[in-house]
């Protein structure tokens, strides 16, 4: 009997990850996820997954869903309680019933909210630490190396600028507690004072960022804590400082 989950499963969340603890495998309906866009959703499961594109499918009266279902030999489902499915969402658990075997696996609350993807995205744009709790991990992006300014290597401290290629939600700007590649960093979200464009830089702590940097041809960057707001110096020397500052705070975080 195979056993099935639907749902979006943007975040693979902690209650993403309950419900696909009773299934054999999952659809995705994928209608443009931002926390774990595409395929980053398999990082967080070794079971197999089936996309479906909500552009391709959203026209479906929902017994017509059920159809497709069925041809996939699915016997019993897994769902949320706020399920629904089909065009303008008109079908609902009560419905699949009549076809399948289902399970409806209750809302999961963290401090009386609700884990949703929808609740995560705005934990990270404003409060990366709560994100992390209803993820169950640290929240994190991927992206590939690109030329920067040069001025880290140069007058500050060597950091690697990072090109997204996934549309990943980006944390609120400022200075974050890190991994980076699983070393220790700093990373920089937010517009430069040395030339006001719009970037992502992180800062890997004693480690030889071109031997980091090339590993598995892409940067992974995960954010353990928000450390400060962006600031405007008016010195490089002034910024020189306050990095060196930040490295300090990093430290004495990692070592408490």
């Avoid at 209650?15 to 209608?31: G, N, P, R, S």
């Avoid at 007058?155 to 070393?183: A, D, Q, R």
């Amino acid at each position: 009997m195979k056993t099935v989950a639907i749902g979006g499963f943007d975040g693979m969340h902690i209650a993403h990850q309950k419900i696909l603890k009773k299934v054999d495998f999952f659809i995705v309906i994928e209608k443009g996820s931002s926390i774990t866009p595409g395929f980053d959703r398999c990082e967080y499961t070794n079971l197999g997954c089936e996309f479906m594109f909500l552009e391709k499918i959203k026209h479906l009266k929902p017994v017509e869903f059920i159809k497709i279902l069925k041809k996939m030999n699915v016997k019993k489902i897994v769902v949320g309680d706020d399920f629904k499915f089909g065009k303008n969402r008109s079908g609902d658990i009560n419905l699949l019933k009549k076809y399948f075997e289902v399970e409806v696996i209750k809302e999961i609350k963290i401090e009386e909210i609700g884990v949703h993807a929808h609740i995560i995205r705005n934990f990270i744009k404003n409060d990366i630490k709560k994100a992390n709790k209803f993820l169950g991990r640290s929240y994190k992006i991927k992206g590939t190396p690109i030329k920067g300014q040069g001025l880290g290597k140069k007058e500050l401290v060597p950091t690697i600028n990072i090109e997204l290629f996934k549309p990943y939600v980006i944390p609120k700007e400022g200075v974050y507690i890190t991994k980076t590649n699983n070393f220790q960093s700093l990373t920089f979200i937010g517009k430069r004072s040395t030339d006001g464009n719009f970037s992502i830089e992180t800062h890997i702590i004693s480690e030889n960022v071109k031997i980091v940097s090339s590993e598995n041809g892409f940067i992974e960057i995960k954010f353990i804590d928000f450390l400060r707001e962006n600031k405007k110096f008016d010195t490089l020397s002034d910024l020189k400082r306050q990095i060196l500052e930040d490295i300090e705070n990093l430290n004495s975080s990692y070592c408490q």
